[in-house]
């Protein structure tokens, strides 16, 4: 009985000092740099969005944010590397629509899994998806494309930031919808894809806007379509998929940023704080838009609801295309 009593009491002497020292760690939180793991390569659409909101928030809050590229497998290795990170909110990871959605589908063997091991920090934004040409191409318009793949299947080819990505499922989704038969070239990002379009080792490439509009900009690239189901605003004359003769094709792509399962709410919250006030910024509002994207603000639970739906509509989506890494 007296030996039961000690225990009880240490118990509830640890469990009286265990709420004081979480609430401790939030406000001194962050009392060292936070890594930003982002699972592509510098020059891509998720690299371009990481660091405008990493430089606002250092910029806002005085904290020192860490941008660390991990590329590789469609953003499942910097998936990877993120979750091995312990649960202190020291670690966060900018994901999308393919590692966290699709990744599952594609890749087999993942150490992860999207719901068990991360938690949803912010909605950050979402992208159009563009399909372009280089100026010197053939194709300037989707009939061009359609007609050509029609005449010779396969012998067009598209490129993709990689295999496994939601621009190479957008592809793969065209392919169908306009009921041709394309050749896909897998890039290890968007920035070397470009290169290739740029000095027509290619044909034709689906890319994510902040990635490719600079390009479109300065003439170099030639847009063809934008995948959403209204026309961008950054790019009022370019037709989308449906107007361009493919009705009821759609596919944009999004981004967020999570933080390792078991980060202590109160961590959480600020964190979650400090990045809606960041977003509400006319100014980053303003250069996610300069680079064809949309900021996105949401409760974490909305934030998690939205995944949720994303997951049981592209799981299905990518059982029914047969596509495969």
Known sequence: MYRKLITCTTLALAAGV??????QAASDY????IRLVIPFPPGGGTDILSRVVANKLTEATKWTIVPENKAGAGGTIGITEAVKAPATGYDMVMGQKDNLI???????NLPWNPV???????????TPVIIATSVNSPYKSIADVVAAAKANPTRVTYGSPGNGTSIHIAGHMFEKAA????????YKGSAPAISD???NQIAVMFDNMPSAIQHVRSGKLRPIAVTTAKRSPELPDVPTIAEAGVPGYEATSWFGLWSVAGTPQPVLDKLHASLTKVLKDPAVSKKIADQGGEVVIETPAQFDAFIKSE????GKVVKESGAEV
Do not use: Q
């Not at 265990?18 to 609430?23: F, I, M, T, Y």
């Not at 699709?102 to 087999?108: A, D, M, S, T």
């Open 311 to 314: 997951a049981a509509k592209w």
């Open 197 to 199: 379009l740029l000095g």
């Open 179 to 186: 009921g041709i038969e394309l050749t896909h070239v897998p």
């Open 18 to 23: 265990a709420a004081p020292a979480w609430a």
């Open 116 to 126: 068990k091991d991360l938690t949803p920090v912010a909605h950050v934004a979402y």
């Open 102 to 108: 699709l990744g599952p589908y594609l890749y087999k």
């Open 30 to 33: 962050p009392s060292k740099p």
